[in-house]
């Protein structure tokens, strides 16, 4: 069973400057509500018990959102405010269930994913990508799912327009082995259109295995110097390890440039 999440929330959010100069993107309200928090939900609609945060010193106010305790009680002592209250159980619930390791380097994905070796208990756990949100069905349950079913790691897939795959992760998949799901041959990370063996890319939602970190510590820094998970996936891949691309269902919405963070504000007040 998928118990466990973990979140990496280390990197510096470049592309949302200049609010990310002083602020946690992941904190951005989307509708008036943190991203993160949508993140959240979906772990918890999905049956997870406990969820690893991957922070660092610079993006210590997220932990500070979740333990504000002491702010609440000042305040719903003064007010008694049913919404405020409901606010404060629902981060009480999620404090509850968080843990915080730090990557005060961002070196990439895969040493983010590192950081959280030890706290690592099943044999799988499962990876959210907070800039990644999938509205309207929730991905992480299809892909425990779709895990149950196949016995194997599982990757989100969308096909995205031939001209922008040196922006994914880009899947080269084989045979078919169920109603929206297919068996990966490779993997590559942020290939040129020239290389790219797809136009079917990797969106922020995985089931890995745990031997995903024995493959990560032997790796070299890949694409732009960074540690990147896909090329531990994609040796794991090489070494006959079963993972499956799964067509999600639901509406996919990029919350990491500021493009898209307007667009999900609109595309989410429409739900
Ligand atoms: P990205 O590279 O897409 O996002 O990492 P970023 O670094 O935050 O933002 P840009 O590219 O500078 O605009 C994908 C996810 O992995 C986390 C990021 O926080 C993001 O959620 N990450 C990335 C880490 O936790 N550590 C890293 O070293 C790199």
């Known amino acids: 069973m998928i118990k466990q999440a973990i979140i990496p929330l280390a990197g510096l959010g470049t592309r949302l400057l200049p609010l990310t100069s002083v602020f946690a993107k992941e904190l951005l309200p989307i509708n008036g509500k943190p991203g993160l928090e949508y993140i959240l939900d979906e772990c918890f609609e999905a049956g997870i018990k406990e969820i ?8 210590k106010m997220i932990k500070d959102y979740f333990y504000n305790d002491t702010f609440y009680k000042k305040i719903l002592k003064k007010k008694k405010d049913i919404r405020i ?19 005060n380097k961002p070196l990439g994905t895969g040493d983010a994913v590192m950081k959280t070796k030890k706290h690592i208990k099943s044999n799988h756990f499962l990876m959210l990508l907070p800039d990644d949100l999938i509205v309207k069905n929730n991905c992480s349950k299809e892909m ?11 990757m989100a897939s969308m096909t995205v327009n031939k001209k922008t795959v040196s922006r994914w992760g880009i899947y080269k998949l084989s045979k078919k082995l169920s109603k929206n799901n297919y068996k990966i041959e490779d993997v590559i ?18 089931i890995l295995p745990k031997k995903i970190f024995s493959e990560i510590k032997d790796l070299k820094p890949g694409k732009g110097g960074e540690i990147h998970i896909t090329d531990a996936i994609q040796n794991l891949i090489k070494k006959n390890n079963l993972f499956v691309a799964h067509n999600f269902k639901g509406k996919y ?15 989410i007040s429409k739900l």
């Open 189 to 206: 990370e942020k290939p040129k259109i020239k290389d790219a063996p797809s136009n079917k890319a990797v969106i922020g939602r995985y």
């Open 144 to 154: 425990i799912n779709v895990h149950k079913k196949h016995k194997s790691s599982v």
């Open 253 to 267: 919405l990029d919350c990491g440039t500021l493009h898209g963070y307007i667009n999900s504000t609109l595309e």
């Open 52 to 59: 690893i945060f991957i922070i660092s010193d610079k993006k």
């Open 85 to 103: 209250l409901k606010e404060y159980k629902k981060i009480l619930k999620y404090k509850k269930m968080i843990k915080f390791v730090y990557q």
